[in-house]
Structure formats: structure tokens, C-alpha cells
T-cell receptor, first 115, second 109 residues
């Protein structure tokens, strides 16, 4: 596609439920990031995928968070047993390593509200 | 920490004036990037400056990088109401891209 697509755009869930957030990166982009942004705050790094390398999971806040990237394309971020502090906008970005002096392309994010 | 720190946290100026935002960091970098965010959703890439570059321009944007001071600045000239947004610097090290907390810029008509 022409851009990074994230779904759903908004998600309201009850505390304790599991949620899955999806990211469709730009076709051919080898790098994919997940970030979390709380209201009025900066972007908190969560996880980074690059090609076939093992992902950098150093930013995942707890073992309730996991992510996978299938076939080097679509990525799913899963949050188990959601808590109210998980409420935030979850942003995905993709990049083609070696494409030149260009930045990352972000999706519009998923706004997660845990009630 | 690799994270960039922006200064000021908030900036309010009159339309037509210039806006300057600063970013400081603590580690070595491959490049430093500036992004704009409207309405708390997706970020838009503005400009990337490599560690061996000192200044880059893009339209009304001017970015400088001083690796000896580990700092960068973003200058927006002749500001417009549409420039109202949050601006973030992002540090690209050997691997991941790490963002600062951002500067909230308000342009008053």
C-alpha cells in the first residue's frame, strides 16, 4: 500500500481482556517499529523488527505485551490481561534499510482505551 | 540514555515569527531526525541530518547538528498557523530510533 496502515483506529476494551493491534507496513519495508504514546507525552519505544533478525524487545513494558511479524510484513501487537495504564495511542512505523536519507513512515495509530 | 531531550517543552509565538526548538542527546548517533505530529496521531517525517552533516534545509525548515555538543536545533522561519503541532527529535543509533518528549508549538494568528 501507499502508507502504513493500522487497525483498528480506536479500541475500547474492558480491563482484563486481551487485545490485538495490527500494522500493515509499506510493502518491501524491512524495518518495523511499535511505539506507545500516552496523552501529551513522547513516544515510548516498544519493539523493533529488522528483516530476519531477532526482534529487539527491550522496550516491552511487561510480559503481557508481545508482538510478531509474519512473513516479514504484517505485524501484530498483543496485550494480554489489559490494565488501565495500557491506555495510549499505539503507533507503528516502517522503513526500508538502505533507501537513503529518508525518515520512517508512521501509521495513524490505534487509540486503546481500557475501561 | 539514547533519548533526545527537547527544549523548550512548549513554545508560543506570533504568526510570521521564527520558531527555534532544540534537542540534546547523550550517545553517539548515525543520524538525527525531526518529526511533526498533529492531533496526537501519526508522525510526519520532516528532515534527517546525518552525523557528518552540520546543516540541512528544507523549505522553511533549517536543522543544525553539533556532534561535539551533542545537540541539534530546528528552525521554522516565517511561521504559519498550520505549523501549530508537536515537534519531536529522534535519535538513530546503531539500531533503534528513539524519540524525545517533544516541543508543543503554538502559532498565534
Amino acid at each position: 500500500g501507499a502508507g502504513v496502515s493500522q487497525s483498528p483506529s480506536n479500541k475500547v476494551t474492558e480491563k482484563g481482556k486481551d487485545v490485538e493491534l495490527r500494522c500493515d507496513p509499506i510493502s518491501g519495508h524491512t524495518a518495523l517499529y511499535w511505539y506507545r504514546q500516552s496523552l501529551g507525552q513522547g513516544l515510548e519505544f516498544l519493539i523493533y523488527f529488522q528483516g530476519n533478525s531477532a526482534p529487539d524487545k527491550s522496550g516491552l513494558p511487561s510480559d503481557r505485551f508481545s508482538a510478531e511479524r509474519t512473513g516479514g510484513s504484517v505485524s501484530t501487537l498483543t496485550i494480554q490481561r489489559t490494565q488501565q495504564e495500557d491506555s495510549a495511542v499505539y503507533l507503528c512505523a516502517s522503513y526500508f534499510l538502505g533507501q537513503g536519507p529518508y525518515g520512517y513512515t508512521f501509521g495513524s495509530g490505534t487509540r486503546l482505551t481500557v475501561v | 540514555s539514547q533519548q533526545g531531550e527537547e527544549d523548550p517543552q512548549a513554545l508560543s509565538i506570533q504568526e510570521g515569527e521564527n520558531a527555534t526548538m532544540n534537542c540534546s542527546y547523550k550517545t553517539s548517533i548515525n543520524n538525527l531526525q525531526w518529526y511533526r505530529q498533529n492531533s496526537g496521531r501519526g508522525l510526519v517525517h520532516l528532515i534527517l541530518i546525518r552525523s557528518n552533516e552540520r546543516e540541512k534545509h528544507s523549505g522553511r525548515l533549517r536543522v543544525t547538528l553539533d556532534t561535539s555538543k551533542k545537540s541539534s536545533s530546528l528552525l521554522i522561519t516565517a511561521s504559519r498557523a498550520a505549523d501549530t503541532a508537536s515537534y519531536f527529535c529522534a535519535i538513530q543509533g546503531a539500531q533503534k530510533l528513539v524519540f524525545g518528549q517533544g516541543t508543543r508549538l503554538t502559532i498565534n494568528p
